[in-house]
């Protein structure tokens, strides 16, 4: 069974830094994109960044300068570091993943919350 675990959340002041990650495991043949999204309360989930196996990194525009999406393929690890977080970038944290076992599955994580204070 394919998981995404995610750790990393917590409580910084504005302007701090944090940086997410998140781990798959379980059996499968390969992951495809990796990504992150947020979900703000009484807001939709949104991207933030996507880093594809190849090809272009994607980044939502308030976060363009200020966020960095990596990937460890050899760990199967996704990271999301933050830097000059602002009150507006409060929501849980979802990463996720397109993951390659006998069919192209997307897998989510079960979330980060990430807090900001002004």
């Known amino acids: 069974q394919v998981q995404l675990v995610e750790s990393g959340g917590g409580l910084v002041h504005a302007g701090g830094s944090l940086r997410l990650s998140c781990a798959a495991s379980g059996s499968f043949v390969s992951i495809k994109s990796m990504g992150w999204y947020r979900q703000a309360p009484g807001k939709q989930r949104e991207l933030v960044a996507l880093i594809p196996s190849a090809g272009n990194i994607n980044y939502v525009d308030s976060v363009k300068g200020r966020f960095t999406i990596s990937r460890d393929n050899a760990k199967n690890t996704v990271y999301l570091q933050m830097n000059s977080l602002k009150p507006e970038d409060a929501a849980i944290y979802y990463c996720?993943?397109?993951?390659?076992?006998?069919?192209?599955?997307?897998?989510w994580g079960q979330g980060t919350q990430v807090t900001v204070s002004s």
């Open positions: 996720n993943a397109v993951i390659v076992t006998t069919y192209n599955g997307l897998y």
